[in-house]
């Protein structure tokens, strides 16, 4: 699958699975696509970390924009479960250069993500 499937609109009627929505998740990511990014959270998103929290479009924006900017990649996914309507995973990454382990939710409305959480621990 090409990074332009996985943003390729769905035909009228077409149901997002949670695994397409992480799919493209992960997708956005690794190329640093803000806007495709962006393009996953409902409109009135909440993303919840220990550090802060962001609601809606303009919150949200400025979050994945200092996100992006700390160059995250995800070296593997470590374990997901997924429902119709949540994500929940663990994964290794490289974020500032730093490894971590990552934890988090994301929980689905109308195929897009309503309500995310996110932790990130250091890797020793």
Known sequence: MTPEDLFRPLPEGARVTAEDLFDRQLAAI??????????????????????????????????????????????????VRTTDDVIFYNALMTIAGNRVTTYGTLVIRDGRIWRQTAAAAPLT
Do not use: N
Not at 35 to 60: C, K, M, N, S, W
């Open 30 to 79: 690794a190329d640093r696509d803000l806007e495709a990014l962006l393009g996953q959270y409902h409109d009135d998103a909440t993303v919840v970390r220990f550090d802060r929290v962001a609601r809606g479009p303009a919150e949200i924006r400025d979050l994945f924009a200092a996100y992006l900017s700390a160059e995250p990649k995800v070296d593997e996914i470590v374990s």
